[in-house]
């Protein structure tokens, strides 16, 4: 049995998610994020939203976005985008 909240409220979780979800009310995980932010050349959150649909909701994560993109384009030579469930973390290689 499964024990995240049907929600996709990771907070309450017992243990970490394998996919943290990012955008709650699009239910937009992690690994959608860094597909997108890794297969193309985003820049700015409304590039990042219209491929993805996270921040269309109520835009709480706008933030964290925002974030996921400045770490992306700061790191995009020479090192490796890791994440964990409670943020983003840049090691240089």
């Known amino acids: 049995m499964d024990a995240r909240p049907s929600n996709g409220d990771c907070s309450r979780c017992p243990a970490p998610c394998d996919d ?3 955008c ?3 239910r937009v995980t992690e690994a959608v994020i860094i597909e997108a932010l890794s297969t193309r050349q985003i820049t700015t959150v409304k590039e990042l939203r ?3 649909g996270a921040g ?3 835009m ?3 933030r964290k976005l925002k974030r996921y993109i400045e770490l992306h384009v700061c790191c995009q ?3 490796v985008l890791e ?3 409670v943020g983003v973390i840049v090691r240089t290689s």
């Open 56 to 58: 269309e909701g109520c």
């Open 83 to 85: 994440t964990e469930s």
């Open 50 to 52: 219209s491929c993805t």
């Open 77 to 79: 030579t020479n090192a």
């Open 24 to 26: 709650h009310c699009l």
């Open 60 to 62: 709480a994560c706008v």
């Open 20 to 22: 943290p979800v990012v």
